[in-house]
């Protein structure tokens, strides 16, 4: 079965620069989430959206914006990269009506500020 | 008091034994829970649900005791293959943000 989809899976960025990661969510599922999670960490939630529309925002920095498109895969845009950025990123999609609360989670995209 | 609570471990634990560990959390409307496994430098993938009547899966056992507001996990005849980091998750309702990672549990079975 298809799974959730991220790329890159490693990237390294030095400070100031830019970075963009991309996630495909398993199809049909209306819901996608974006965490992030750092070294000995538990993942935090960054923002979510709901069929295309930005549902919940966490703790996401201002240096940060995503957006779902039309075909439901979603962009995580960094800026001004600082050091403690370096983290691994997490996408996961659900279904918001499968009554399960379970939410599938990517591989995770691997980022590296030097 | 932290909204989760676990107890982060390493807790080393020879193979066949039995192993449990508890989750505690302080929101009291919180709706739902889950336990999830992340191996290391991989992503969390949903383990169980628990229930308030509690649930079994194989050799998995998970109680939820909304009195004492913990959730625990219970794991019986361990393999060398439970070897994880075990995530209590807790939905609180009001979308993506009511849900809330605990820092997990890390578990090594050893042969």
């Known amino acids: 079965a298809a799974g959730v989809i991220q790329s890159p899976r490693h990237l390294i960025k030095e400070k100031r620069e830019t970075a963009t990661l991309k996630c495909y969510p398993i199809?049909?599922?209306?819901?996608v989430y974006w965490y992030q999670q750092g070294p000995g960490q538990d993942p935090q939630f960054l923002i979510s959206?709901?069929?295309?529309?930005?549902?919940d925002k966490g703790s996401i920095p201002d240096r940060f914006s995503a957006q779902q498109f039309s075909d439901y895969h979603s962009e995580l845009n960094m800026s001004s990269l600082e050091l403690g950025d370096s983290a691994l990123y997490f996408c996961?999609?659900?279904?918001?009506?499968?009554?399960?609360?379970?939410?599938?989670f990517g591989e995770g995209s691997r980022l590296t500020v030097l | 008091r932290k909204e989760v609570e676990q107890d982060p471990g390493p807790f080393n634990v020879p193979e066949g034994a039995t192993v449990a560990f508890n989750c505690t959390y302080s929101n009291s409307a919180s709706q739902s829970f889950f336990w999830y496994r992340q191996d290391c430098r991989k992503e969390p993938k949903l383990l169980m649900s628990v229930y308030s009547s509690g649930n079994e899966d194989g050799r998995f056992t998970a109680q939820l005791n909304r009195a004492s507001q913990y959730i625990s996990l219970l794991i019986r005849d361990s393999k060398l293959s439970d070897s994880a980091t075990y995530l209590c998750v807790l939905y609180s309702g009001g979308g993506a943000d009511g849900l809330t990672f605990g820092k997990g549990t890390h578990l090594i079975i050893q042969p």
């Open positions: 199809p049909r599922h209306d819901t």
């Open positions: 996961a999609s659900s279904l918001r009506g499968s009554g399960t609360g379970e939410l599938f």
């Open positions: 959206f709901y069929e295309k529309m930005q549902s």
